[in-house]
């Protein structure tokens, strides 16, 4: 029962803290967007409206901000969750290291 709780609440944790970082992320590039572009990003860079260069930008700097973004909350949770359990999150165990040489 313990682990079925510990994985939920990793779940609910983990998850909070990478759709805030996310979203953190996503307002932070739009706000950069207007302010270098002095116009808004695309709302559908798929619509064949948007030009290929800015759909292209705009997908490739807002994945790579929310991606970074999502990454290092979820790293920063997960080491504070490693210090408050004494163990790593539910699904982030390190493989034992391997002493033998053969």
């Excluded at 932070?28 to 860079?45: C, E, I, L």
């Amino acid at each position: 029962m313990a682990k079925a709780a510990s994985k939920l609440g990793w779940k609910v944790v983990g998850g909070a803290a990478t759709a805030l970082a996310g979203t953190a992320a996503s307002r932070g590039v739009t706000a950069v967007y207007r302010k270098v572009r002095k116009s808004d990003p695309p709302v559908n860079p798929a619509d064949p409206d948007t030009a290929w260069a800015e759909a292209i930008a705009w997908a490739a700097i807002s994945g790579l901000a929310i991606g970074l973004g999502r990454l290092a909350a979820e790293r920063t949770v997960a080491r504070g969750w490693a210090r408050a359990t004494g163990s790593p999150p539910p699904g982030m165990v390190r493989p034992e290291v391997s002493t033998s040489t053969d």
